[in-house]
């Protein structure tokens, strides 16, 4: 049983993948080739966004996002955490200070009720995460930005895809910044990553910085990076489109049977007026290393994500003491993500649910 079952996807979408791949071998268009376009105008379209700007990966999203809304030393831009690190990466890279907040204990996403008082004179922006796929409270977080004339960047990374009172995730605030990693919701064979805004002149200064700042061809007009989504990557992603929403109806309803065969296990909640694309079927379990390791010895892959939250990695500790998110803190010791793709046989749920019912006891 795989975690995440990206060859079962392969051989469904073959035919269709393997043309398009060969398309661009023939064209020879590698960097900014007209599947670039294509792929923005269809993802702009899906997350109903004026302005979809693909890049390189969803750090360097976030990373032009901050830099787009020029945010810079003695800023300070509020987060969450218990996320991945490049959440909190990219605020430092931009020179910024990550001011976090603790999470939600059902949820795992950002406690919005906290973050009025961490607003102070210096922050400039607001970056929720839709942890494991489901979006935070975002019409809370835009009321409070809105406030204080601060930007929302959204981390989509783990929730493209999914509903929020009916609009979709990227196309919620200021900015939205996804992940096309291969194993996340809709995933590419490489690193890649996608912006999206309704701001003209953000997407503009997004579009410019993602090729280095150049306005025009070698007029640099701001500092870039180099972050552009490449050809290849975005062949492939039109080609995994095809079936993403069908996808997403096999996450929701094998997320649906597992809810159902794990009850009595705590599980991550689901907002009303949300879903989630199940980036990650979670489940919340004491003794959760002796849990984890019965489930691999069964042969059940799982994973944590994630074992320590931010402020007490190294790299981050500096911007918050140890105990300042005492949620996220518990959290990390107890959550564990189950296999989950939309190729998952019922089969093997099954083996899932049980091996996780005899490890519990
Ligand atoms: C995966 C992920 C990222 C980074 O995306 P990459 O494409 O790997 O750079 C950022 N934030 C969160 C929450 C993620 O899960």
Known sequence: MQFTDLKAQYAALKPSIDARIQRVLDHGQYILGPEVAELETALAAFTGSRHCITVASGTEALLIALMALDIAPGDEVITTPFTFAATAETIVLAGAKPVFVDVEADTANIDVRRVAAKITPRTRAIMPVGLYGQVADMAEINAIAAQHGLAVI??????????????RSCALSTFGATSFFPSKPLGCYGDGGALFTDDDRLAQAAREIRIHGQSARYTHTRLGVGGRLDTLQAAILLG????????????????ARYAGQLYGIEQIAIRPGRDSVYAQFTVLVDGRDAVQAALKAAGVPTAVHYPKPLNVQPAYARHCCPECC?????????VLSLPMSADLSLADQDRVVQALRTALG
């Open 154 to 167: 959204e981390d989509a990374a783990q929730s493209f895809g999914a509903l929020y009172e009916g609009r």
């Open 240 to 255: 995994k489109l095809e079936r993403f929403g069908w996808e997403l109806q096999q996450r929701a309803a094998i997320a």
């Open 326 to 334: 005492p949620v996220s803190t518990r959290l990390a010791a107890r």
